[in-house]
């Protein structure tokens, strides 16, 4: 890894903050209960690598990503911790899952008998199985489909039911209505098994903060791990402060002066009503910054200014107060000064959710780590 990176953007993750928010959860839980760190699609965005290490470190018992692609990616890169893929992967990939000791999530039958007829004598797959409970993604419906797996499984030993869990659609609802039937088709659920297999989670980041009597023995933290709130309408219900670990900078890299009547941008849809500084900054909707994002504001010098003109592929410009120097900083997501500019504002711009601000910004942007207050190393695709 060459540790730099060649343009004036990228993405600071704070590791203290994520130790913070998994230390806090940690502290909730039952002694021997079980924290699975969620770390799919990059770590929502913050580095799948430095998170897990960082999730590890701090507390967490185990990793859990979205695609066998994924957890091989950590076992190459030296991850040792068990990882459980909590989506679809193919039957005909569970040789590769079992070379790399990876769980896998199962929710049909006819994968199961797919999988044994592939899998050797010598061979051993841990899986946990997925009850469709009520968000009507993937998932086992029926205690039919329970006695079918265990039919199945009774006399064989290279596939083992270590888990049993489901999702929650409305957990970061203070409405519990729907919440409440899932929980009870859950409970039903595992009524149907014959012996409960190790391992039962259904908690997410939000009910494993709100709903501490649905821990069972193991809890997956996934959006709290990351400082962010799981839905704006609990913010104000957490049992703790979260601390966002993302931030997003810039730099200036031309100020030009703009008489009244000049226009900016593709459209030329800005134009100066009077003599104003323009700032242009190396980020644009190839980067994650979206083209709908024009007239938000971003922070130079701890003040508030708007981006100005239609947002291009890489770059943008900005309106400043006054003249300012090229190279000066300019935070898009984060803290400068006394101002900060949280994810989920940038998300309420867009009209959408926390998680799909960090996960679109693209991997062209470096990440840069910070741990106990100092910068430790920096991951860049285009040059690692």
């Known amino acids: 890894m060459r540790n730099t990176f060649y343009r004036d953007t990228w993405v600071e993750v704070n ?45 967490a018992d185990s990793l859990a990503v ?65 009850l469709d409970t009520g968000m009507g993604r993937i998932g086992f419906r029926t205690k039919e489909d329970i006695r079918k797996i265990e039919d199945l499984l009774c006399a064989q030993s290279r ?36 012996q409960l297999p190790e391992i039962i989670h259904c908690s997410n980041s939000a009910a494993s903060l709100l709903h501490p009597e649905l821990q069972y023995n193991a809890v997956r933290m996934g959006i709290s791990m990351y400082g962010l709130t799981p839905s704006l309408e609990i913010e104000n219900d957490l049992p703790y402060p979260l601390k966002e670990a993302f931030s997003l900078r810039s730099k200036i890299v031309q100020v030009k002066k703009l008489h009244k009547g000049d226009k900016v941008s593709y459209g030329a ?40 003109g239609r947002i291009c592929m890489d770059q943008c410009m900005v309106r400043l107060p006054y003249e300012m120097k090229t190279g000066t ?38 990440r840069v780590y910070l741990e106990d207050g100092e910068y430790m190393n920096v991951v860049n695709p285009l040059l690692d």
């Open 159 to 194: 596939i083992k039911v270590e888990g049993v869990f489901t999702h929650f659609a409305t957990a970061d609802e203070k409405d519990t209505t729907y919440l409440d039937k899932q929980i009870a088709r859950f409970r039903e659920l595992l009524n149907g098994f014959s």
């Open 66 to 130: 979205a695609f066998l692609d994924e957890a091989i990616s950590l076992r190459e890169k030296g991850v040792k911790a068990p990882i459980l893929v909590l989506g679809a992967s193919r039957a005909r990939d569970v040789k590769v899952a079992c070379e790399y000791k990876i769980t896998l999530t199962v929710f049909q039958v006819e994968w199961l008998e797919e999988a044994l007829c592939i899998l050797e004598d010598n061979t051993y797959l841990p899986i946990h199985l997925k």
């Open 15 to 59: 590791l203290d903050a994520i130790k913070y928010n998994i230390s806090h959860l940690r502290n909730r839980l039952h002694e021997k209960n079980k924290l699975i760190a969620v770390v799919k699609a990059n770590a929502y965005g913050h580095g799948s690598l430095q998170v897990a290490k960082t999730a590890l470190n701090a507390g």
């Open 329 to 366: 900083k300019v935070t898009l997501i984060g803290s400068q000064k006394h101002q900060s500019i949280s994810v989920n504002e940038v998300a309420t711009k867009l009209e959408t959710i926390n998680y799909e601000i960090t996960c679109m910004i693209s991997s062209r942007v470096p």
């Open 269 to 308: 849809t800005y134009e100066a009503e009077e003599e104003q500084w323009i700032a242009t900054l190396p980020i644009g909707y190839a980067d994650g910054w979206l083209r709908k994002l024009q007239g938000i504001e971003v922070l130079v010098d701890g003040m508030r200014v708007p981006i100005v």
